[in-house]
């Protein structure tokens, strides 16, 4: 089995077939999904516990849980009704993570104080509700910028409550991993891992513990190279699982319940979750 820990369940691009979407992931091997709870705006990020109340039990379905949070380029919007509504999404047991949260200078998005201050004040609740957090990092023109200031913010703010999280769809380097790995963070790889072009991420993945991956799509976006361009699902995840295969030199099945098990005890499930 796989767990898809990165998946934007509520967009818009799965109205007409959402359903079926998850029965194609059961399909292929995957059997529960965090649905990440941020929609298009803070107004939006009870989609994902919706969904994952209109679907949970029902046959053929996989197991989903559900995160809340604000998007770096939302920070802006973030007020006392926006925090009081994040807290009480993460008091819902469904919600196991509060993200993705972070930091994005790639973008034109949120001033990159306003940025810092938005993600400080989500660690806080997350940190008060004990849930770990699911992490957006991106830079500008692919340096270190934000990266350095998501370890300034994490080391002050998160580091002591030993919650840790997922560094969602990492794209830095070593050293980002390394640092990420210290401070018991998991690394999660999406389709980008699969590109051609992806060779230096590879060469970080291989050197990431066993015991400190996930996988995820980022879906509906970051379809695998052989879908590239595509709407990407769940069901794909397990392209990424083959190619983190390859690079780690062990078989899918020990993808698969390295991961899985990393997810589990990341967020304390229940044994068969």
């Not at 509700?129 to 991106?138: E, F, M, W």
Request: hydrophobic content about 45%; charged content about 25%; some cysteine.
């Amino acid at each position: 089995m796989l767990i898809d820990s990165h998946a934007h369940l509520d967009s818009p691009r799965y109205a007409k077939d959402r359903a079926a979407m998850l029965a194609r992931a059961v399909d292929a091997g995957v059997g529960a999904v965090l649905a990440i709870g941020i929609g298009e705006g803070p107004a939006e990020m009870h989609q994902a516990l919706q969904i994952c109340r209109e679907f949970n039990g029902k046959p053929g379905m996989p197991r989903l849980y559900a995160s809340a949070g604000v998007y770096p380029h939302n920070a802006a919007e973030i007020d006392d009704a926006v925090l009081a509504k994040l807290d009480g999404l993460l008091a819902e047991p469904e919600v196991i993570a509060c993200g993705e949260i972070g930091l994005d200078y790639y973008h034109e998005g949120a001033p990159h104080d306003v940025q810092r201050e938005g993600l400080i004040k989500q660690l806080e609740i997350a940190a008060a509700r004990k849930r770990p957090i699911a992490i957006h990092c991106r830079g500008s023109n692919e340096s270190s910028d934000a990266w350095d200031d998501l370890f300034l913010v994490l080391d002050q703010f998160w580091r002591s409550t030993g919650l840790g999280g997922i560094m969602h769809c990492f794209g830095g380097g070593w050293e980002q991993a390394r640092r990420s790995l210290d401070m018991g963070f998991l690394i999660s790889f999406a389709g980008n891992l699969t590109y051609a072009r992806a060779r230096p991420l590879r060469d970080v993945a291989a050197r990431v513990p066993l015991a400190a991956l996930l996988v995820e799509t980022d879906a509906p976006w970051l379809a695998p190279g052989a879908h590239r361009g595509k709407r990407n699902e769940p069901a794909m995840v397990v392209e990424t699982a083959r190619v983190l295969a390859e690079v780690l030199n062990v078989d899918e099945d020990e993808i698969g319940r390295a991961t899985t098990k990393n997810f589990v005890e990341l967020f304390h499930l229940p044994p068969g979750m």
